[in-house]
């Protein structure tokens, strides 16, 4: 089986351990107690699905003997670039963040959606062209059997160095596509 990923500490010669779960581990270790970064990269087949991921943590030191061992677990969350094969029944925002000035694109734009009225957070990311693909978590179901697809009330929040940009409401159905289309990010 191929591994999916490349996962590496940035600047530390190391291998991880891949298991099937979709966990790396990184064994025997010996380095000091710092900041390091965790650098997550789709293979190459793969490059056209997710955007590469980078996270910082901090290694903690070894125990004593007989003291609990730290796992120094880090989470990274790949994003899906917007050539992502989704689910047909997936709910969805598609569009192009552009600058104001000339109509170019932005690329590497954090986006959080903003799902009736809650942030959930990181979502997606502009691409190299400024497109991008919002993936909504799925709905929980509904009591009634007739109570049908839900309608979800939506904003997109842009984040580009520091600066952000909030999109008004729109309203989407739950399994379908919403396109955007362009959004101008003020100021740039």
Do not use: W
């Not at 997550?40 to 793969?46: A, F, G, H, K």
């Not at 007989?66 to 050539?83: F, H, K, Y």
């Not at 990311?125 to 919002?134: K, L, N, P, S, Y």
């Amino acid at each position: 089986m191929p591994v999916p990923l490349q996962v590496s500490l940035k600047d530390v010669a190391a291998e991880p351990i891949a298991a099937r779960s979709g966990v790396y581990c990184f064994t025997d270790l010996k380095l000091a107690a710092a900041n390091y970064t965790v650098q997550v990269r789709p293979r190459t087949s793969d490059s056209d699905r997710f955007f590469d991921a980078e996270k910082q943590f901090t290694l903690a030191v070894v125990p004593v003997p007989a003291q609990p061992l730290q796992r120094n677990a880090v989470t990274v969350q790949l994003l899906p670039r917007p050539a992502y094969p989704f689910d047909a029944q997936a709910t969805l925002a598609r569009g192009r963040l552009v600058k104001t000035s000339d109509k170019s694109p932005l690329t590497g734009a954090q986006i959080s959606l903003i799902l009736d009225g809650a942030n959930l957070g990181r979502r997606g990311q502009t691409d190299e062209r400024g497109e991008f693909a919002v993936f909504f978590p799925p709905s929980l179901p509904q009591d009634e059997t007739t109570a049908g697809l839900k309608d979800f009330k939506f904003k997109l929040q842009f984040e580009i160095e520091g600066n952000t940009h909030v999109t008004t409401e729109a309203t989407i159905k739950e399994g379908t596509t919403k396109s955007v289309n362009e959004i101008e990010f003020p100021g740039t």
